[in-house]
């Protein structure tokens, strides 16, 4: 069996040599920032698979007050959109390690929010919701694992909470 030489030759080495921890570190916020945008696009989607389900049979789920409720989630959507084109646009101009607060923010809101709708567009479509014939309960998995996955909610809501304080207490 033949081996390719792994060894790495300076003009291939991407930052140096014992410095791949720290690129890794570097994707951490781009990474996060597409997570988010993939989530509220998923929030989207969801939004309108509920408002379709709920005008489309019998005595019209969309008559309920309780289902107008859900679907003004679009106001959380627009707020996670926003929060998600700052945190992009700090990125860009400030950096990511001064962008680190956005960064934290969004990859709490995104999830939250994507979660949030899809189990009310779940809840609408009944049984079929939770069912493999449509996207949602999948859809949910994967948006739910992103509360975990890139750092817990738990240590981004520290880190916020910390780069707050600071504010104050290095004044
Ligand atoms: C679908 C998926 C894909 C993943 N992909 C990757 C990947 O590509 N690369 C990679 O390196 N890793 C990946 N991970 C790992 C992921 O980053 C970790 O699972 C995540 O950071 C949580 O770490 P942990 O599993 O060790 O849980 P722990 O750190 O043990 O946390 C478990 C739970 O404890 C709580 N908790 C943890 N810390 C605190 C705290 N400081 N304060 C309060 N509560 C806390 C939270 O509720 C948390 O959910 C992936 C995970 C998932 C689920």
């Given amino acids: 069996?033949?081996?390719?030489?792994?060894?790495?030759?300076?003009?291939?080495?991407?930052l140096g040599e014992?410095?791949?921890?720290?690129?890794a570190q570097g994707r951490l916020g781009p990474g996060r920032l597409h997570h988010c945008m993939r989530l509220i696009g998923l929030a989207e989607?969801?939004?309108?698979?509920?408002?379709?389900?709920?005008?489309a049979f019998g005595r019209r789920l969309s008559?309920?007050?309780v289902t107008l409720e859900r679907i003004a989630e679009r106001i959380e959507i627009d707020k996670a959109r926003w929060l998600v084109l700052n945190a992009a646009y700090m990125m860009d101009t400030v950096g990511n390690r001064a962008a680190k607060k956005e960064i934290a923010m969004i990859k709490v809101a995104a999830p939250k929010i994507a979660c949030r709708v899809l189990d009310w567009a779940i809840q609408v479509h009944?049984?079929?919701?939770?069912?493999?014939?449509?996207?949602?309960?999948?859809?949910?998995?994967?948006?739910?694992?992103?509360?975990?996955a890139d750092g817990p909610g738990e240590v981004h809501r520290a880190q916020i909470g910390k780069l707050e304080l600071c504010r104050y207490l290095s004044a």
């Fill in 1 to 14: 069996m033949e081996f390719t030489d792994v060894r790495v030759s300076a003009a291939n080495l991407l």
């Fill in 18 to 23: 014992g410095r791949g921890f720290e690129i």
């Fill in 45 to 55: 989607r969801a939004l309108e698979m509920l408002c379709r389900r709920a005008g």
């Fill in 63 to 65: 008559e309920q007050g």
């Fill in 126 to 148: 009944r049984g079929a919701g939770v069912s493999q014939d449509l996207l949602l309960a999948h859809a949910y998995a994967g948006a739910r694992s992103l509360r975990l």
